[in-house]
């Protein structure tokens, strides 16, 4: 078994799912069980200037560079620790299918849970290599402790191996990547990288280098009530009023409807009753001009009601949460083009995708470190479904020490 398998299925036995609810930084306690263990394993392998916020779960560590290539550029590589709350992240009881012959895999006898191929057709691109998956009572954990014993493995490598040149590089961990706020405490400066990839989530070869523009609007809405027995002329019923406001929008700028580039708003929740209702929504366009089109949009949702049912009816509360990272990546052409030349050398296709969500690397970008991402091997992330490739995940591991040893050569 390789390093990186070793380290990844030690992670993923540890609970480190994050939770939105805490207001606190990081959102778990328990995310610091991973973050101690790395900051351990770092210092036992020989990595150096090792930094532990243990205020806010944040791990940093630095492999010096080769002699002679000190003055090349600083590479960083970001992983998250924890995991997502949407299925449960305790107990994870991982397993090992080898050379999976294409068909439904049976996840756990005893509670009928199937893996189905019929749901998840892209997994028959892995036919005859060897996968990780769970006992379909939990996640596995891959988004991102795939990532985290990439990195980790490619370190140890990299420390074992002084016959690899090689520039400084920097790695560092961070929490609650899950729930938006893995970069609120992340350190640049003391980072000190010129630029880092995210290694966080897609196939092997897989590479996205530009994400949503993002904001989040909750819509409230004032109405009257009064006993529905004489209502007539009277009631205002607030509830109504936000289905009327949901009528409003394109009706096909909807997530289930939307791929690819395509925008959408998205009602997340709605709470509420006659007098009083909040629908809170999110709204994501790739495109910066349409972005703000879709924010005007909202605005005009509300003026239009307004002034059908009385000003001060409805209000909204709008802020944008980040932003489309590729027009600050366009000019670094190299973090790309590097990528792509190391995974044709390995047999592979660079593959570039639009994110349609957010990642902690359009946030690092925006605080002054250029940051795409990179593929893990790990898919169905967020689910009880999620697998992992072995040797995806190996060749992963593999492509970070080649990217070292290029930036070892200057950009």
Same mark, same amino acid.
């Given at each position: 078994?390789?390093?990186?398998?070793?380290?990844?299925?030690?992670?993923?036995?540890?609970?480190?799912?994050?939770?939105?609810?805490?207001?606190?930084?990081?959102?778990?306690?328990?995310?610091?069980?991973?973050?101690?263990?790395?900051?351990?394993?770092?210092?036992?392998?020989?990595?150096?200037?090792?930094?532990?916020?243990?205020?806010?779960?944040?791990?940093?560590?630095?492999?010096?560079?080769?002699?002679?290539?000190?003055?090349?550029?600083?590479?960083?590589?970001?992983?998250?620790?924890?995991?997502?709350?949407?299925?449960?992240?305790?107990?994870?009881?991982?397993?090992?299918?080898?050379?999976?012959?294409?068909?439904?895999?049976?996840?756990?006898?005893?509670?009928?849970?199937?893996?189905?191929?019929?749901?998840?057709?892209?997994?028959?691109?892995?036919?005859?290599?060897?996968?990780?998956?769970?006992?379909?009572?939990?996640?596995?954990?891959?988004?991102?402790?795939?990532?985290?014993?990439?990195? +980790?493995?490619?370190?140890?490598?990299?420390?074992?191996?002084?016959?690899?040149?090689?520039?400084?590089?920097?790695?560092?961990?961070?929490?609650?990547?899950?729930?938006?706020?893995?970069?609120?405490?992340?350190?640049?400066?003391?980072?000190?990288?010129?630029?880092?990839?995210?290694?966080?989530? !897609?196939?092997?070869?897989?590479?996205?280098?530009?994400?949503?523009?993002?904001? !989040?609007?909750?819509?409230?809405?004032?109405?009257?009530?009064?006993?529905?027995?004489?209502?007539?002329?009277?009631?205002?019923?607030?509830?109504?009023?936000?289905?009327?406001?949901?009528?409003?929008?394109?009706?096909?700028?909807?997530?289930?409807?939307?791929?690819?580039?395509?925008?959408?708003?998205?009602?997340?929740?709605? @709470?509420?009753?006659?007098?009083?209702? @909040?629908?809170?929504?999110?709204?994501?366009?790739?495109?910066?001009?349409?972005?703000?089109?879709?924010?005007?949009?909202?605005?005009?949702?509300?003026?239009?009601?307004?002034?059908?049912?009385?000003?001060? @009816?409805?209000?909204?509360?709008?802020?944008?949460?980040?932003?489309?990272?590729?027009?600050?990546?366009?000019?670094?052409?190299?973090?790309?083009?590097?990528?792509?030349?190391?995974?044709?050398? +390995?047999?592979?296709?660079?593959?570039?995708?639009?994110?349609?969500?957010?990642?902690?690397?359009?946030?690092?970008?925006?605080?002054?470190?250029?940051?795409?991402?990179?593929?893990?091997?790990?898919?169905?992330?967020?689910?009880?479904?999620?697998?992992?490739?072995?040797?995806?995940?190996?060749?992963?591991?593999?492509?970070?020490?080649?990217?070292?040893?290029?930036?070892?050569?200057?950009?």
């Amino acid at each position: 078994m390789t390093k990186t398998i070793e380290n990844f299925l030690q992670y993923v036995k540890i609970d480190t799912q994050s939770d939105a609810s805490t207001k606190t930084s990081p959102s778990t306690a328990k995310q610091h069980d991973l973050a101690r263990l790395l900051a351990e394993q770092l210092e036992a392998m020989g990595a150096e200037e090792i930094t532990y916020d243990e205020r806010h779960c944040y791990v940093y560590a630095s492999i010096p560079a080769s002699s002679g290539c000190e003055n090349a550029p600083v590479l960083g590589y970001i992983a998250h620790m924890d995991t997502s709350d949407a299925v449960s992240g305790a107990n994870v009881k991982p397993r090992i299918v080898k050379n999976y012959d294409g068909g439904d895999i049976i996840l756990n006898q005893e509670k009928n849970i199937l893996f189905r191929t019929k749901d998840f057709p892209e997994i028959k691109r892995h036919i005859g290599k060897d996968l990780i998956v769970t006992d379909g009572t939990t996640l596995l954990g891959g988004d991102d402790k795939a990532g985290v014993a990439e990195i +980790m493995a490619a370190c140890e490598y990299l420390l074992g191996h002084p016959e690899i040149r090689h520039g400084k590089l920097r790695v560092g961990f961070t929490p609650d990547e899950e729930i938006g706020e893995g970069t609120e405490h992340f350190d640049v400066k003391l980072f000190g990288a010129d630029f880092a990839y995210t290694v966080d989530g !897609g196939d092997f070869g897989g590479m996205e280098i530009e994400n949503f523009n993002a904001a !989040g609007a909750k819509v409230h809405i004032s109405g009257r009530s009064t006993h529905p027995g004489g209502a007539k002329g009277k009631m205002i019923n607030s509830m109504l009023i936000a289905f009327e406001f949901q009528s409003l929008l394109p009706a096909f700028q909807n997530p289930m409807y939307t791929e690819g580039h395509e925008g959408f708003f998205h009602l997340a929740g709605i @709470t509420g009753d006659v007098e009083n209702t @909040t629908a809170e929504y999110i709204i994501r366009d790739h495109d910066r001009e349409l972005f703000g089109q879709k924010k005007q949009l909202l605005a005009q949702c509300r003026d239009f009601l307004n002034a059908k049912y009385g000003e001060g @009816t409805v209000e909204i509360e709008m802020e944008d949460s980040y932003y489309n990272m590729k027009e600050l990546l366009e000019p670094h052409g190299h973090l790309i083009q590097n990528v792509r030349e190391l995974v044709e050398e +390995m047999g592979g296709k660079l593959q570039i995708e639009p994110i349609r969500g957010g990642t902690d690397g359009a946030r690092l970008s925006y605080m002054g470190l250029p940051c795409p991402n990179l593929g893990t091997g790990c898919s169905n992330g967020h689910s009880r479904f999620e697998y992992a490739c072995i040797q995806s995940m190996e060749q992963v591991t593999e492509l970070l020490v080649r990217l070292a040893q290029r930036y070892g050569n200057g950009v």
